[in-house]
């Protein structure tokens, strides 16, 4: 597996990395007759998401890490080599699925990129999806609520959420109250503001009480839940309604570019695999082959 590995690695690297790898190679660490060199280095970042090569290449302890694995990885190859482990059958087959898995990635990448979906071919989908499929886009009625928590099931706790509550219906500021007493330090900082929410968001004590709630009746009496005391005032409240296309555009026309990729995709590889034959006796005598499972031996 480890000389599969490096193959796949400097393969890969020849193939994707063309830009790197056109300049002369750097040594970046010597240890024997191995040599490691930024090219074996970027050969191996291109294994790695975009965002995290990008951070590897602005890391150098990261990059040293990566040198030392690489060499690491040459030294035991070189071992494999000397006692004739890549020899046997089973590593060669190894090494050549390991080939053809990296060559057949980068080809992939190439057959991607010259069939590539237009802009216009890309919208048409997604609005044909958009068309078909509205309860995808149908959003529940949201209320806009804040409030301030008074943590504990204790007579203190209770008196101090009636207090607030008085001076609240006295004219005091709801914000100003949450933020220097909601025990909720997740929002109290936004004056207990949490947002729009759907029903069922809340525990039920809560979310009942927010049912409600209305512009003629704004704030709530206390109450209680596993949390401690609330107190709830209504702010706005938004009707159920369908998105409109151009509010998912962006994420339906990159979800269509990614199908239509993919379609293209499937019909590659039927057509490569259409002629195929299939040996079910030689699949069938793979199974036969597994070791059979010992009785548990009485001690």
């Known amino acids: ?3 599969s590995r490096q193959l796949g690695v400097a ?3 020849l193939c994707v990395v063309t830009g790197a790898l056109a300049a002369q190679p750097a040594v970046v660490l010597e240890v024997g007759t191995v040599k490691v060199t930024d090219q074996d280095v970027r050969a191996e970042l291109a294994l790695a998401p975009p965002s995290a090569r990008e951070r590897a290449l602005d890391n150098p302890a990261t990059l040293k890490q ?5 060499a690491a990885r040459r030294l035991l190859a070189q071992e494999a080599e000397k006692n004739g482990i890549a020899n046997s059958a089973e590593v ?22 010259s069939h590539t979906p237009d802009a216009k071919a890309v919208e048409a989908y997604a609005r044909d999806y958009y068309r078909s499929n509205p309860k995808a886009f149908e959003v529940p009625g ?20 009636e207090k607030l509550l008085a ?45 409600g709630l209305s512009k003629d009746k704004p704030l709530s009496d206390l109450v209680k839940t596993q949390f401690g005391w609330h107190i709830i005032q209504f702010a706005d409240k938004r009707p ?6 151009e509010e998912v555009s962006d994420k339906l026309k990159a979800d269509s570019m990614t199908k239509l990729l993919s379609d293209k995709r499937l019909e590659k590889n039927k057509a490569l695999i259409k002629d195929a034959k299939i040996h079910e006796d030689a699949l069938k005598a793979m199974g036969a082959e597994k070791p059979a499972v010992s009785a548990p031996v009485k001690k």
């Open 11 to 13: 393969v890969l690297g």
């Open 66 to 70: 990566i040198a030392t694995t690489l």
């Open 92 to 113: 060669k087959a190894q090494v050549q699925i390991a080939k053809e898995r990296v060559l057949s990635t980068v080809r992939m990448e190439q057959f991607d990129a």
């Open 1 to 3: 597996m480890k000389m």
């Open 167 to 211: 001076e609240i219906k006295g004219g005091a500021d709801f914000a100003k109250l949450a933020k220097e007493n909601s025990d909720d330090k997740s929002n109290a900082e936004k004056g207990g503001d949490l947002g729009y929410s759907p029903a069922g968001r809340f525990v039920p004590e809560f979310d009942k009480t927010v049912a």
């Open 240 to 245: 159920a309604r369908t998105l409109a296309f």
């Open 142 to 161: 949201e209320t806009k609520v804040s409030h301030i928590l008074i943590a504990g099931d204790t007579p203190e706790s209770k008196a101090k959420a």
